[in-house]
C-alpha cells in the first residue's frame, strides 16, 4: 500500500464518519462532510496523476 492509498481509505472513513446521521454530528449539518469531499476528491485527482 502507497502513502496516496492508505491516505485515501482515512479520508473516506471520515467521510462516513462526518455524515449527520450519526447522534453525535446530527447538529453539524452537510458542512464537515462537503469540506471532507473537497478534500476527497483533491486527493483522487492528485493519486490519478501521479503526485502522491
Not at 485515501?8 to 462532510?33: E, K, N, Q, V
Request: no cysteine.
Amino acid at each position: 500500500m502507497t502513502v496516496g492509498t492508505i491516505l485515501l481509505i482515512i479520508l473516506i472513513l471520515l467521510l462516513i464518519g462526518a455524515l449527520p446521521t450519526w447522534p453525535h454530528s446530527r447538529t453539524w449539518g452537510y458542512r464537515p462532510i462537503g469540506l471532507l469531499g473537497i478534500v476527497l476528491i483533491v486527493v483522487i485527482i492528485l493519486l490519478l496523476t501521479g503526485r502522491i
